[in-house]
């Protein structure tokens, strides 16, 4: 497949680069440095013309805009296009930890995450408002980190993922492998899931 990823030099998007590339996929950087601007929706257009499926693993951190609208530019240059499969690493604070009550939610929420995660939050609203392309939100465990690629994930839907001793943790690069594999089984459109060991 030829895919195009926006934010493909972070740690995360670098990873999934990595991942996509070592499948033999056609992959596709997208970045201001690169010359497009994901607030812009026709150089989002001419980017991902072509393309079979499009990955947004950009960040909140150092940027002068907000994930939901980068996220609205996105969906409106895949529109124009044509590009219909956009796979999305989302946050983890919209996850539940009980019926109705969000990890972000709970004290032990740190404060000074709740900006950045606010702006995950109300981008998973955006995309469960969409219904014409066929997108996948992916929230990470909450400690996400460069490690080992064990090959070894579970998959879950709304909840928060711990492993039987309370720890919520995956590398990047089994997350990447995550990312991977919803990309080439086209599963879960439309739908929010979480990724943890």
């Known amino acids: 497949m030829k895919i195009v990823v926006f934010g493909p030099s972070g740690m995360i998007g670098s990873c999934i680069v990595a991942e996509l590339s070592e499948r033999g996929h056609e992959i596709v950087g997208a970045s201001r440095t690169s010359g497009t601007d994901i607030t812009d929706p026709a150089a989002v257009s001419a980017a991902v013309s ?22 609205r530019s996105l969906v409106e240059g895949m529109r124009q296009a044509g590009t219909k499969r956009v796979v999305v690493v989302g946050g983890t604070a919209s996850l539940e930890v009980a019926p109705g009550v969000r990890l972000f939610d709970t004290p032990e929420f740190p404060e000074e995450y709740k900006a950045e995660a606010s702006q995950g939050i109300e981008m998973l609203a955006f995309y469960r408002g969409v219904s014409d392309l066929d997108w996948t939100y992916v929230s ?57 060991w």
């Open 140 to 196: 990470p465990a909450a400690f996400i980190h460069p490690g080992e690629r064990t090959g070894r994930y579970q998959l879950g839907g709304d909840q928060f993922l711990t492993d039987a001793n309370g720890n919520s943790e995956i590398s990047a690069e089994d997350y990447a492998i995550a990312i991977a594999d919803l990309l080439e089984q086209g599963a879960h459109a439309h739908e929010r899931v979480a990724v943890a």
């Open 50 to 71: 072509g393309a079979d499926a499009v990955v947004s693993a950009i960040s909140a951190r150092g940027v002068d805009y907000t994930l939901a609208d980068a996220a």
